[in-house]
């Protein structure tokens, strides 16, 4: 599976933005798609996930009602619109696959088999 994200960029707080993240190669209707974001010093933390199939969805306490996952299964898409940003959802962005357990680890980096190469969101206040 390869994984691009794009969307990132410099906004203001309580802008918002939509990040994308398209799957390419061997994908399975069981994959979990994750959201990460890690910013400078800090360990990458869960943002949000979604069945590749779509339907469940979890979210971090930090972004719950303020982000959307979604998927577009015709194009292999998955997006995370953000709305009501904030200076501390500055970071930078990955999208990520997880092949193996289903959705009992959805919230742990450690478990995604695949990863995008990034994108920087900077929220500046």
């Known amino acids: 599976v390869q994984l691009q994200a794009s969307g990132g960029g410099l906004v203001q707080a309580g802008d918002s933005l939509r990040l994308s993240c398209v799957a390419s ?3 399975n209707r069981n994959y979990v798609m994750g959201w990460f974001r890690q910013a400078p010093g ?5 943002v949000a996930a979604i069945m590749f199939s779509g339907g469940t969805t979890r979210y971090s306490n930090s972004v719950k009602d303020r982000f959307t996952i979604s ?3 015709a194009e292999n ?6 709305n009501s940003l904030k200076p501390e959802d500055t970071a930078v962005y ?3 696959a997880e092949t193996r357990s289903g959705f009992s680890y959805y919230y742990r980096s ?4 695949y990863w995008g ?4 969101v900077t929220v500046s206040s």
């Open 94 to 96: 990955y999208c990520a």
């Open 42 to 46: 800090k360990e990458r933390e869960f």
């Open 117 to 120: 190469q990034g994108t920087q």
């Open 25 to 27: 190669g061997r994908t």
């Open 71 to 73: 998927r577009d299964n």
């Open 110 to 113: 450690d478990m995604y088999d």
């Open 77 to 82: 898409t998955f997006y995370l619109q953000m």
